[in-house]
């Protein structure tokens, strides 16, 4: 079984910072990719950034140049240090690993998903 579990969210005032983390844990076989979500307005959540076994990344054009992303594939963990923050950033962050578990091979790579972490951005 691979667990999913962020840290890291909490309180911070307009332009200041956070470091998120997310460490999968568990019977790993491969690990292909991991990010973050946030919940936003809508039913879908929607990419904040992602990142690769290689280290190729993807932001969210809301997050560009002040979002950074980065993974430690030793330790299954991504972060995310997000700086200058806006009210508008205010939401729950979900982290996903891409995962391929030692005892399922027959699935393949699945998206499993942590809890969430609350961040709030108070202007």
């Known amino acids: 079984q691979v667990q999913v579990v962020e840290s890291g969210g909490g309180l911070v005032q307009t332009g200041g910072s956070l470091r998120l983390s997310c460490a999968a844990s568990?019977?790993?076989?491969?690990?292909?990719?991991m990010g973050w979500y946030r919940q936003g307005p809508g039913p879908q959540r929607e990419l904040v950034a992602r990142i690769n076994s290689a280290g190729s990344t993807k932001y969210a054009d809301s997050v560009k140049g002040r979002f950074t992303i980065s993974m430690d594939n030793a330790k299954n963990t991504v972060y995310l240090q997000a700086d200058s923050l806006k009210p508008d950033d205010t939401d729950v962050y979900f982290c996903?690993?891409?995962?391929?578990?030692?005892?399922?091979?027959?699935?393949?790579?699945?998206?499993?998903w942590g809890q969430g972490t609350l961040v709030t951005v108070s202007s």
């Open positions: 996903a690993a891409d995962v391929m578990d030692l005892n399922d091979f027959e699935r393949g790579f699945v998206e499993l």
């Open positions: 568990g019977t790993i076989f491969s690990l292909n990719a």
